[in-house]
Structures are given as structure tokens and as C-alpha cells.
């Protein structure tokens, strides 16, 4: 257990929807990451939180956004969902912004499907 | 740019050594890593080098480094059916510590 919570485990929603995806950092982490995992992208950086403040942005879309609540958990919300949004997301923690010995601590990841 | 590589498959029979390789672009980077990925589960942190070093060992686990090349590799030794997973190379780049790239992963896959 990594101590990183994500949910829904699941989500299986329809296309020109929106949903919303939450993590819960491990204790004491300020650091939350999230990531997009598809089969034919790998393991794409989405976005990063630093104690509620946006520090790095990756390949996240504009229908896409994230935010970083004062207890630190994070949501992750998508909208006019298309078909290749269907992916695994996940959401990691780190204790710090500045990375030192790199060690992101990940949730097991919401699988979305988009029908 | 920021890139890094790796094949996708690799099968090995149980108890051989099997030898992950990764490339990367980014010569200033600062720390190199290697996940685990278990089957339905996040991501894992197996080992990290820091970009001075050449090699690193850790029971089973050797990671070597080539600066030069930008070559990464790790070796498993006897390998068991319990290494089964996908295994990413990852690096952090000096000019945006605060993110971390990843490969697109290599499934390993063990023969009996």
C-alpha cells in the first residue's frame, strides 16, 4: 500500500460527458502528480501540484483541469469526454516540489472508459 | 527535447537474467529510475542512479549507466515468475526538476 488513495476505481461514462477523478496524497505530502495511461501513449505527465499551487504542466488538454484543495487531496476533472480519453489515470505523491531523490508514490489508478 | 525509450516486450525463461535497456535524451539529467508496474497496481519505485555514478546493485537488481550513450539498463538476476510486470525507465530532467519523464515502458514476461 502506497498510501496514495484514488477514486473511483472505476468510471465507465459516455462520450460529451464529465467526470471527476479524486486523489488523497500520502500523509505529509505537498506534491501531487497526476498521470494518463494508455495503451498507445505510455505513461504521459498531466499535471503537478505543489501545496495548492499549479508548479508543472505536461501534455494535459484544455477540456481537462486539476486542482489542489488547502487538505492537499486533488481532483482531476474531465470534460466532453471523447472516446480516447479512455485510459488509466493515475494520481502519485512526492514530499516535496523539488525532486531529490525522485521517488513519486502512486495510487493504483482510476480506469475510465468512455462509451 | 526531453525523450525517453524503450522496447516493449522482453520474455525470459525462469532463473536467466533478464536486462531491460532504456535510452534517454537529456544529458543534464540529475537522477535516473526504475519502476515496477505489477499487474492492476500503481507504479513502484525498484531503484534510482544518480547521474555521477556508473552502476548501482541491489540484491538482484544492477542498474548501469553510459553517460556517453545516454544508455540505462536494468538487469535482473535469476528471474522469477514473481517479476513479471511492466518495468519503466524514468529520468528527471535539470531543466524541470519538479517533473519527472517517463518511458513508455518494457512488459516483462516470464517463460517457465
Known amino acids: 500500500d502506497s498510501g496514495v488513495t484514488q477514486t473511483p476505481k472505476h468510471l465507465i461514462t459516455a462520450t460529451g460527458q464529465r467526470v471527476t477523478l479524486r486523489c488523497s496524497p500520502r500523509s505529509g505530502d505537498l506534491s501531487v502528480y497526476w498521470y494518463q495511461q494508455s495503451l498507445d501513449q505510455g505513461l504521459q505527465f498531466l499535471i503537478q501540484y505543489y501545496n495548492g499551487e499549479e508548479r508543472a504542466k505536461g501534455n494535459i488538454l484544455e477540456r481537462f483541469s486539476a486542482q489542489q484543495f488547502p487538505d492537499l487531496h486533488s481532483e482531476l476533472n474531465l470534460s466532453s469526454l471523447e472516446l480516447g480519453d479512455s485510459a488509466l489515470y493515475f494520481c502519485a505523491s512526492s514530499v516535496g516540489r523539488a525532486q531529490n531523490t525522485g521517488e513519486l508514490f502512486f495510487g493504483e489508478g482510476s480506469r475510465l472508459t468512455v462509451l | 527535447g526531453e525523450d525517453v525509450e524503450q522496447s516493449l516486450f522482453l520474455s525470459v525463461r525462469e532463473g536467466d537474467s533478464s536486462v531491460i535497456n532504456c535510452t534517454y535524451t537529456?544529458?543534464?539529467?540529475?537522477?535516473l529510475y526504475w519502476y515496477k508496474q505489477e499487474p492492476g497496481a500503481g507504479l513502484q519505485l525498484l531503484t534510482y542512479i544518480f547521474s555521477n555514478m556508473d552502476m548501482k546493485q541491489d540484491q538482484r537488481l544492477t542498474v548501469l549507466l553510459n553517460k556517453k550513450d545516454k544508455h540505462l539498463s536494468l538487469r535482473i538476476a535469476d528471474t522469477q515468475t514473481g517479476d513479471s510486470a511492466i518495468y519503466f525507465c524514468?529520468?528527471?530532467?535539470?531543466?524541470?526538476?519538479?517533473?519527472?519523464?517517463f518511458g513508455s515502458g518494457t512488459r516483462l514476461s516470464i517463460r517457465p
Open positions: 524514468a529520468e528527471t530532467p535539470y531543466s524541470s526538476a519538479s517533473k519527472i519523464i
Open positions: 537529456d544529458s543534464s539529467s540529475t537522477y
